[in-house]
Structure formats: structure tokens, C-alpha cells
Nanobody
Framework: QEKLVESGGGLVQPGGSLRLSCAAS????????IGWFRQAPGKGREFVAS????????NYSDSAKGRFTISRDNAKNTVSLQMNTLKPEDTAVYYC?????????????????WGQGTQVTVSS
């Protein structure tokens, strides 16, 4: 069964860091792009970052630019999102998703499979 599983969420103080991971099971990520999205309480799901199949092209939301870094490790079949200088407004459930054509889209409707999400809470 193909599955994406996010991990690494938790409670962190403002200014702190977290590293989220997205692990695939039942399929290989090598040819696929990955996107990270988030959904805060009472809000819609929004784009955070994406990486193409090769790992050479990335895209970030304005809020993530300069603070978050997306990367992939095909040997481990995982994609990571390093989040630094976290702010309370980063509090959300973070989801990873796969686009099987390998392009690093920003729109969630271009993604085919989704994980269950991991909670990130930034609070003092």
C-alpha cells in the first residue's frame, strides 16, 4: 500500500527550529516531486515549499522564503523541511504530497497523494 507519513512536528518556542520529514512507503519517490502544505485552524490549506524530482529546483511561499529549506534524500526515500526562526503564525498541521509528473507545483490540486499531517505549534 502506498503511503506518505510525516513526522517531526511538535511544540517549539518562537525563534526555534524543527525538521519535518516525509517518508514514502510502498513506492519510490525518485521520479516524483514533493510539496509541503500547511493548514492552520479555521484556514484553508496553503502552499509552503516544493521540490522537483531531481532535487535541483525548489519553490517557496513568501512566508517560508529565507527561513525554510526543502531537501530530498532519495537513498532514504524521504523529503525534509527544515524550518528555522519559527513564528507563532507558522502554527498549523503540515502535510506532504506527491506530484507524480515530477514538477514542483505550488497548487495543491496538482498533487496526487497526501500524508496525514504532523502538528507544528509555535508558542511560548
Amino acid at each position: 500500500q502506498e503511503k506518505l507519513v510525516e513526522s517531526g512536528g511538535g511544540l517549539v518556542q518562537p525563534g526555534g527550529s524543527l525538521r519535518l520529514s516525509c517518508a514514502a512507503s510502498g513506492f519510490i519517490l525518485d521520479d516524483y516531486s514533493i510539496g509541503w502544505f500547511r493548514q492552520a485552524p479555521g484556514k484553508g490549506r496553503e502552499f509552503v515549499a516544493s521540490i522537483d524530482w531531481s532535487g535541483s529546483r525548489t519553490n517557496y511561499s513568501d512566508s517560508a522564503k529565507g527561513r525554510f529549506t526543502i531537501s530530498r534524500d532519495n537513498a532514504k526515500n524521504t523529503v525534509s523541511l527544515q524550518m528555522n526562526t519559527l513564528k507563532p503564525e507558522d502554527t498549523a498541521v503540515y502535510y506532504c504530497a506527491v506530484a507524480r509528473d515530477g514538477y514542483y507545483y505550488t497548487h495543491m490540486d496538482r498533487y496526487d497523494s497526501w500524508g496525514q499531517g504532523t502538528q507544528v505549534t509555535v508558542s511560548s
